[in-house]
Nanobody, 125 residues
Framework: QVQLVESGGGLVQSGGSLRLSCAASGNIFSTHDMCWFRQAPGKEREYVAA????????YYADSVRGRFTVSRDNAKNTVYLQMTSLDVEDTAIYSC??????????????????WGQGTQVTVSS
């Protein structure tokens, strides 16, 4: 059984920064790629960033590239999302996920088998 718990969300002003954490239980963390998604009210879930199991390869959605940085610490079973230059458009619930399947692109939620409950990020203008 794998459990993911996100933390670090909150209210921040436009232009500010936050660092999200996703702590995983279970023994599959270090062997699986991880991803961050977000979902704003009334919108579909959106891919944000992904990282391979070693942390050596990182991928970003165009909307966050240059502002967000994904990283992981396999010794701590934790993946991070450092967010800078936040904009009101970044307001959403951010969730991490463990990739289980490779039948499609990394931006597809259906490739991920374990999800956290999410942490709310609210950016005020």
């Amino acid at each position: 059984q794998v459990q993911l718990v996100e933390s670090g969300g909150g209210l921040v002003q436009s232009g500010g920064s936050l660092r999200l954490s996703c702590a995983a239980s279970g023994n599959i963390f270090s062997t699986h790629d991880m991803c961050w998604f977000r979902q704003a009210p009334g919108k579909e879930r959106e891919y944000v960033a992904a990282i391979d199991n070693t942390g050596g390869s990182k991928y970003y959605a165009d909307s966050v590239r240059g502002r967000f940085t994904v990283s992981r610490d396999n010794a701590k079973n934790t993946v991070y999302l450092q967010m800078t230059s936040l904009d009101v458009e970044d307001t959403a619930i951010y969730s991490c996920a463990v990739r289980r399947w490779y039948s499609g692109g990394r931006q597809e939620p259906r490739q991920y088998g374990y999800w956290g409950q999410g942490t709310q990020v609210t950016v005020s203008s």
